[in-house]
């Protein structure tokens, strides 16, 4: 156990760094690239925390994690109750405390960060939940009596996993209805290995089984039911929708059905759910990369996990082709950093105009186009404009479109009652999720669009809230 | 796990299961199909559905033709499939339209039957063409007949029913010179492509359904897109059946082809392991005869 230090002192300690794999090991294996904090760097980053009376941090979390208290549980040296502390708000810490971009949450929120590094928040909540997992001893949180009350969960990604804690913890019966062979949407078939290993994912999932929670796979709502039928047919008293959007973006420029030409989703699911890059075990194929050409179009985490992964089958050039420049890029800084530490070349302020292909339907180049930004758009970003006559041709084996992600329409398209919006995302209520159908929720990616693994367990936690509410007092 | 209630050898490498799979069976409609992975390590694969009964079960009709077919054909009563999720795709558009050409191609008429009985039953006139190598590999010939007005079997050695290709039954059929609302081809691509050039000249509406690679089934990663009218589409969302004559058939066959070698070498990895195991027990019985 180590003892609290006076708050000078302990401004002078530095933030732990992560230790990693060596990149050069790294960028040809899909172990995980952070390798977690020692017990003693653990204990001297949790010295560091100032104990704030009014911690920022905690309102920096989507799901309002007690950092402070998790934080004194580690400095105490007991990482078990830390845990619990955590999984109090969160069933999922391992997860997040890899994958969440906590520069913009709690860590960005942290008081050390105005004048010196922020605390570690993330490699704490990773530390103690990998020491629990360790350990063996998972201490889940009480639940509450049975109400008697069923709720279905479309979409076992992030959203719908945290609501169905949350609404388990509260005595309701929660059965999550995923359309693949496995649970855990984007955690499973999006993230690599090398940066969430699935064996982690696993492990959360069997714990929220232990707390009673019905998970049922191969059931594409949409096809093999309906919202109405989970109602009318299996006794549901409420259903959350949170199927996420999956739905691939292409670039819409001739030759993108040349055979090489993938879309993210399609490259990640292969390479991470059917483990195409384990092929003397895994039957599912993928476009062989070795000593090839690949480059992934596209700047935000997609773009940084199809490139990285790329590079760990075996390319000889892996770039990013990146319309803006860096300081515009939406991925993480990590994952920027993690990519060209590993030889990823960047290609930025380029934008492809059209693939080229062989007689026999395979890419063999891309034409490029170089561009220049000019005014900020919509979205407060400078519009990238190409630059006339700076086209050239570049040779490709593999491209990988990683441009972004609509609403699948096939929930919505069953539901002619629900409310859309012009894009097919789900029209819910801000507070409270509902969408315009009784009894009906929906929250995550399907309702916001593409954004993080953390917001959506946010968007999850706010509408087992509401459905709580609505199970207790039956108004709608 | 989904359990195989049955599984029947109907022609050589071709084998008809029935599986048990509720949720399917209660909500299929002809011209969908199912996505499976027969276990852990195995690569999900599509498969149309031939036919549900109210005991909850599904048909599929298998051929044996890469590892994961080859494996599956292995199977037996009572053994079990990992995945089974459906029912995916478009149904067919069943209407009465009139006079309906059928034409099945090889194990293509198990996908072409569900929507034969359809197109029956919403009282049509069904003209069937039922195509194959040889007499060995004709399947669904009696339930072809039992759902037909008409029934023409081809066999490409005229070892059963007229020697021929199935466009040359259909182009005989055209030339009767009676009205032929819509026909339906299933089947190898170059038999739906012929298929196609043969109506086109006649304005005959032509539906084919198509059989790209597939992952999800779900539209989710667009690995099965397709060219139709000079636009990507998903056969697994929007299709599997599209208009014939709108559709770009070299981009399907060169599309389907991008596996070949991993295929190949999957394929003959899987024909070793067999081959020992069948070694393995036969020294077995050997020791055990001794």
């Given at each position: 156990m180590a003892k609290p230090l006076p708050p000078k002192e302990r401004m002078k300690i530095p933030r732990q760094a992560m230790p990693e794999q060596e990149a050069a090991v790294r960028a040809?294996?899909?172990?995980?690239?952070n390798l977690g904090l020692e017990v003693v760097a653990a204990e001297t980053e949790a010295q560091r925390c100032l104990s704030c009376a009014d911690p920022k941090c905690v309102g920096g979390c989507p799901v309002g994690v007690k950092i402070k208290d998790f934080v004194e549980l580690v400095l105490a040296g007991d990482y078990l109750k830390a845990a619990a502390k955590i999984r109090e708000d969160n069933v999922l810490p391992a997860v997040t405390g890899r994958v969440c971009p906590q520069e913009n949450q709690c860590e960005g929120a942290c008081i050390m960060g105005k004048r010196f590094s922020s605390l570690a928040i993330g490699n704490l909540e990773r530390f103690v939940a990998d020491y629990e997992r360790q350990s063996g001893q998972i201490g889940l949180p009480e639940r509450a009596p049975s109400t008697g009350k069923k709720v279905a969960i479309v979409g076992s990604g992030p959203a719908g996993l945290s609501c169905a804690g949350d609404l388990a913890l509260q005595g309701h019966q929660v059965t999550v209805f995923e359309a693949l062979h496995e649970i855990g949407g984007v955690l499973l078939y999006g993230i690599p290995e090398f940066r969430l290993p699935k064996d982690i994912v696993r492990g959360e999932i069997e714990n929220m089984k232990k707390m009673g929670i019905d998970f049922q796979t191969n059931v594409v709502v949409g096809k093999s039911m309906t919202i109405d039928e989970l109602f009318d047919?299996?006794?549901?008293?409420a259903v959350f929708i949170a199927t996420g959007a999956g739905l691939p973006q292409f670039l819409d420029i001739p030759g993108e059905h040349f055979g090489g030409v993938y879309s993210a989703n399609e490259f990640l699911t292969r390479v991470n759910l059917m483990k195409a890059y384990d092929s003397e075990h895994y039957d599912q194929p993928v476009y062989d990369c070795r000593d090839r050409n690949v480059a992934v179009v596209g700047g935000g985490n997609t773009a940084m996990d199809s490139v990285r992964s790329a590079m760990r089958l075996g390319a000889k050039n892996a770039y990013i082709i990146y319309r803006r420049s860096e300081e515009e890029m939406p991925a993480r800084k990590e994952e920027v950093h993690h990519a060209k530490d590993e030889g990823v070349e960047f290609m930025n302020l380029h934008n492809p105009i059209e693939f080229i292909g062989d007689e026999r339907g395979v890419l063999t180049g891309v034409k490029l186009i170089k561009m220049e930004l000019g005014e900020p758009d919509d979205s407060g970003r400078r519009r990238p404009k190409p630059i006339e006559g700076s086209e050239f041709e570049m040779p490709l084996d593999v491209a990988i479109i990683a441009v972004g992600t609509g609403a699948n329409p096939l929930v919505q398209s069953t539901t002619p009652d629900m409310a859309t919006n012009k894009w097919g995302y789900i029209v819910a209520d801000e507070k409270s999720l509902r969408t315009n159908k009784r009894g009906v929720f929906a929250g995550g990616d399907i309702v916001s669009g593409a954004a993080t693994v953390i917001l959506a367990m946010g968007a999850g936690r706010t509408a087992a809230r509401s459905i709580n509410d609505f199970l207790r007092t039956g108004e709608w | 796990m989904f359990p195989i209630v049955e599984a029947r050898p109907l022609a050589r490498d071709v084998k008809l299961f029935r599986i048990h799979a509720p949720r399917v069976a209660k909500k299929r409609q002809a011209g969908q199909f199912v996505i499976l992975r027969i276990a852990e390590h195995g690569e999900r694969i599509p498969l149309t559905i031939a036919d549900s009964d109210d005991e909850g079960n599904i048909t599929i009709i298998v051929q044996g033709v890469g590892k994961t077919t080859k494996w599956l054909n292995t199977l037996e009563t009572g053994d079990s499939i990992l995945d089974v999720v459906g029912p995916l795709g478009e149904e067919s558009e069943i209407d009465t339209f009139g006079t309906v050409v059928i034409i099945g191609g090889g194990v293509g008429t198990a996908i072409a039957y569900p929507t034969a009985v359809a197109m029956k039953k919403a009282g049509n006139h069904v003209i069937s063409i039922v195509g194959s190598r040889n007499r060995e590999l004709l399947i669904l010939e009696d339930e072809m007949r039992a759902t037909s007005d008409e029934l023409c079997i081809m066999t490409d050695d005229g070892s059963h029913g007229e020697k021929g290709f199935v466009t040359e039954k259909l182009q005989q059929v055209i030339d009767r010179g009676a009205p032929i609302a819509r026909v339906l081809a299933i089947g190898p691509v170059p038999m739906m492509r012929a298929v196609a050039e043969r109506t086109r000249p006649h304005a005959i509406k032509t539906i084919v359904s198509l059989n790209p690679i597939m992952v999800d089934g779900t539209g989710m990663c667009g690995g099965c897109r397709v060219l139709v009218g000079g636009k990507s589409r998903f056969a697994c969302v929007d299709g599997p059946e599209f208009d014939a004559h709108q559709v770009d058939f070299e981009v399907l066959i060169q599309r389907n082809r991008l596996y070949k070698q991993q295929e190949t070498e999957s394929l003959a990895r899987f024909e070793k392991e067999q081959c020992e195991a069948a070694k393995q027990k036969s020294s077995c019985r050997l020791e055990q005869s001794t």
């Amino acid at each position: 156990m180590a003892k609290p230090l006076p708050p000078k002192e302990r401004m002078k300690i530095p933030r732990q760094a992560m230790p990693e794999q060596e990149a050069a090991v790294r960028a040809r294996n899909f172990g995980e690239v952070n390798l977690g904090l020692e017990v003693v760097a653990a204990e001297t980053e949790a010295q560091r925390c100032l104990s704030c009376a009014d911690p920022k941090c905690v309102g920096g979390c989507p799901v309002g994690v007690k950092i402070k208290d998790f934080v004194e549980l580690v400095l105490a040296g007991d990482y078990l109750k830390a845990a619990a502390k955590i999984r109090e708000d969160n069933v999922l810490p391992a997860v997040t405390g890899r994958v969440c971009p906590q520069e913009n949450q709690c860590e960005g929120a942290c008081i050390m960060g105005k004048r010196f590094s922020s605390l570690a928040i993330g490699n704490l909540e990773r530390f103690v939940a990998d020491y629990e997992r360790q350990s063996g001893q998972i201490g889940l949180p009480e639940r509450a009596p049975s109400t008697g009350k069923k709720v279905a969960i479309v979409g076992s990604g992030p959203a719908g996993l945290s609501c169905a804690g949350d609404l388990a913890l509260q005595g309701h019966q929660v059965t999550v209805f995923e359309a693949l062979h496995e649970i855990g949407g984007v955690l499973l078939y999006g993230i690599p290995e090398f940066r969430l290993p699935k064996d982690i994912v696993r492990g959360e999932i069997e714990n929220m089984k232990k707390m009673g929670i019905d998970f049922q796979t191969n059931v594409v709502v949409g096809k093999s039911m309906t919202i109405d039928e989970l109602f009318d047919e299996e006794a549901f008293d409420a259903v959350f929708i949170a199927t996420g959007a999956g739905l691939p973006q292409f670039l819409d420029i001739p030759g993108e059905h040349f055979g090489g030409v993938y879309s993210a989703n399609e490259f990640l699911t292969r390479v991470n759910l059917m483990k195409a890059y384990d092929s003397e075990h895994y039957d599912q194929p993928v476009y062989d990369c070795r000593d090839r050409n690949v480059a992934v179009v596209g700047g935000g985490n997609t773009a940084m996990d199809s490139v990285r992964s790329a590079m760990r089958l075996g390319a000889k050039n892996a770039y990013i082709i990146y319309r803006r420049s860096e300081e515009e890029m939406p991925a993480r800084k990590e994952e920027v950093h993690h990519a060209k530490d590993e030889g990823v070349e960047f290609m930025n302020l380029h934008n492809p105009i059209e693939f080229i292909g062989d007689e026999r339907g395979v890419l063999t180049g891309v034409k490029l186009i170089k561009m220049e930004l000019g005014e900020p758009d919509d979205s407060g970003r400078r519009r990238p404009k190409p630059i006339e006559g700076s086209e050239f041709e570049m040779p490709l084996d593999v491209a990988i479109i990683a441009v972004g992600t609509g609403a699948n329409p096939l929930v919505q398209s069953t539901t002619p009652d629900m409310a859309t919006n012009k894009w097919g995302y789900i029209v819910a209520d801000e507070k409270s999720l509902r969408t315009n159908k009784r009894g009906v929720f929906a929250g995550g990616d399907i309702v916001s669009g593409a954004a993080t693994v953390i917001l959506a367990m946010g968007a999850g936690r706010t509408a087992a809230r509401s459905i709580n509410d609505f199970l207790r007092t039956g108004e709608w | 796990m989904f359990p195989i209630v049955e599984a029947r050898p109907l022609a050589r490498d071709v084998k008809l299961f029935r599986i048990h799979a509720p949720r399917v069976a209660k909500k299929r409609q002809a011209g969908q199909f199912v996505i499976l992975r027969i276990a852990e390590h195995g690569e999900r694969i599509p498969l149309t559905i031939a036919d549900s009964d109210d005991e909850g079960n599904i048909t599929i009709i298998v051929q044996g033709v890469g590892k994961t077919t080859k494996w599956l054909n292995t199977l037996e009563t009572g053994d079990s499939i990992l995945d089974v999720v459906g029912p995916l795709g478009e149904e067919s558009e069943i209407d009465t339209f009139g006079t309906v050409v059928i034409i099945g191609g090889g194990v293509g008429t198990a996908i072409a039957y569900p929507t034969a009985v359809a197109m029956k039953k919403a009282g049509n006139h069904v003209i069937s063409i039922v195509g194959s190598r040889n007499r060995e590999l004709l399947i669904l010939e009696d339930e072809m007949r039992a759902t037909s007005d008409e029934l023409c079997i081809m066999t490409d050695d005229g070892s059963h029913g007229e020697k021929g290709f199935v466009t040359e039954k259909l182009q005989q059929v055209i030339d009767r010179g009676a009205p032929i609302a819509r026909v339906l081809a299933i089947g190898p691509v170059p038999m739906m492509r012929a298929v196609a050039e043969r109506t086109r000249p006649h304005a005959i509406k032509t539906i084919v359904s198509l059989n790209p690679i597939m992952v999800d089934g779900t539209g989710m990663c667009g690995g099965c897109r397709v060219l139709v009218g000079g636009k990507s589409r998903f056969a697994c969302v929007d299709g599997p059946e599209f208009d014939a004559h709108q559709v770009d058939f070299e981009v399907l066959i060169q599309r389907n082809r991008l596996y070949k070698q991993q295929e190949t070498e999957s394929l003959a990895r899987f024909e070793k392991e067999q081959c020992e195991a069948a070694k393995q027990k036969s020294s077995c019985r050997l020791e055990q005869s001794t």
